[in-house]
């Protein structure tokens, strides 16, 4: 039972509504519908708490196309509305060809890139550029790699002191930087 109505029962249309998927015989697509419950009245329980309680249809009287495919379906679930907004969200998310993770179902924000003709998110974009592009990296340079550009980068540089000529690692951004630390603080 909601109480989205600042802590009290509810009987607004949003609460009232059942939303249900109905499966395609043909293609398996999950087809969104919705329709509003009628209430039976409210209760009082025990503790003197007011609540409503709805009643959900069970009669299997509706037909209904696919929306994905248009199969002809008959006998399904009693529904009033297509849900419209949900079904091209279903038909347009973007799914990652290696591990078939969809956007719908994780909580944070997935990134997807296109990498030879596939769709994949960026953890699984990561192992196949790791696997398929030879890293760089040589005695004097470090390079990472950027998943979102898809190339590596120059991360650390292997540069000489110019007072004591001792060679160190100094982040790409830092060579500037041309005395180690104990030549400096001298």
Known sequence: MPNCDYGKPCNCSDCRTKIFSIPCNSCGFDTSVSYKMFDNGGITDRKGLFSYNFQERTDKSSEINCYKCGHHMTGVSYFEKIEEHRNNMKLNEKVCAECGIRESESISIIQYKEWKN???????????????????STYDEKFKLD???MKYVVDMVMIPCI?????????????WKKQCVNCYKK
């Open 118 to 136: 596939e769709i994949l998110c960026l953890c699984c974009l990561e192992k196949k550029l790791i696997v398929e592009l030879p890293n760089p």
């Open 147 to 149: 998943v979102k550009s």
């Open 163 to 175: 007072t004591c000529g001792r060679k160190r690692w100094l982040k790409a951004d830092n060579q």
